[in-house]
């Protein structure tokens, strides 16, 4: 599990399957900046998501490759709620 402290962070939603929330945002990860997505493991995560606030998030962290955006599975928050 990776934990991670998001402050400057975008909330984007799709329109599937009753439409998800997920986050979009650039972490420094061994040396380099590189963009990540966290995908929530729960909807009741998801409504509690806003642009502004400060949160902090764990999740099971993959990494594709330099050519991909990391990704953050099954995310909970744990504090910022």
Do not use: C, P, W
Request: no cysteine; proline share 0%; glycine share 8%.
């Amino acid at each position: 599990m990776t934990t991670l402290k998001l402050t400057n962070y975008k909330v984007l939603s799709t329109g599937a399957d009753g439409g998800h929330h997920y986050i979009s945002t650039e972490i420094e990860y061994n040396g380099v900046t590189r963009q990540i997505t966290a995908l929530f493991k729960n909807k009741s995560d998801e409504k509690k998501l806003s642009d502004k606030l400060e949160i902090t998030v764990k999740g099971n962290l993959v990494d594709e490759g330099l050519q991909q955006s990391l990704m953050l599975l099954d995310t909970e928050i744990i504090d910022g709620q």
